[in-house]
């Protein structure tokens, strides 16, 4: 029984999927790194407008007090709308992880049938050696 042309065209096919999958969960967690990247950098520009109000703070200067008040406003906007972008990518990270895994578990499924389908054919070849052999022994004997 050996494994047919199309089990073996359906393990092409799963190992496609699979990559495909993997391919989407790849992009899936690029974007959601730029996204947290993204809101680091509003973070960090936040922080940076506050030292500048502490430092405008010590010198005077009214103009760097606003200037760093208004970063820091804008810096928390940007970091906030980042939010609900980064939650939905990361349903969409753990989707994609999830429909890896289906489809690597599928091709796995596939390659076990194979694997199964081959062993039984040597187990079948073997018995037939074996039977030959014994016929032949048989055959010389008489």
Do not use: C, N, Y
């Not at 010590?58 to 972008?85: F, N």
Request: hydrophobic residues 45%; charged residues 40%.
């Amino acid at each position: 029984m050996a494994a047919s042309r199309a089990v073996r065209r359906l393990l092409h096919l799963r190992e496609m999927e699979e990559e495909q999958s993997a391919a989407r969960l790849e992009s899936a967690l690029g974007e959601l790194r730029r996204l947290k990247a993204v809101q680091a950098a509003a973070r960090s520009r936040e922080r940076s407008g506050r030292r500048l109000v502490a430092a405008s703070a010590q010198t005077g200067e009214l103009a760097d007090r606003l200037a760093g008040a208004e970063e820091v406003i804008a810096a928390r906007r940007h970091a906030a709308a980042s939010e609900p972008k980064i939650r939905t990518a990361e349903q969409v990270v753990a989707l994609s992880r999830e429909e890896f895994l289906a489809k690597r578990v599928a091709r796995r499924q596939v390659e076990l049938l194979i694997r199964q389908a081959e062993a039984e054919e040597a187990r079948e070849a073997e018995r037939r050696a074996q039977s030959e052999t014994d016929d032949w022994f048989l055959r010389r004997t008489r």
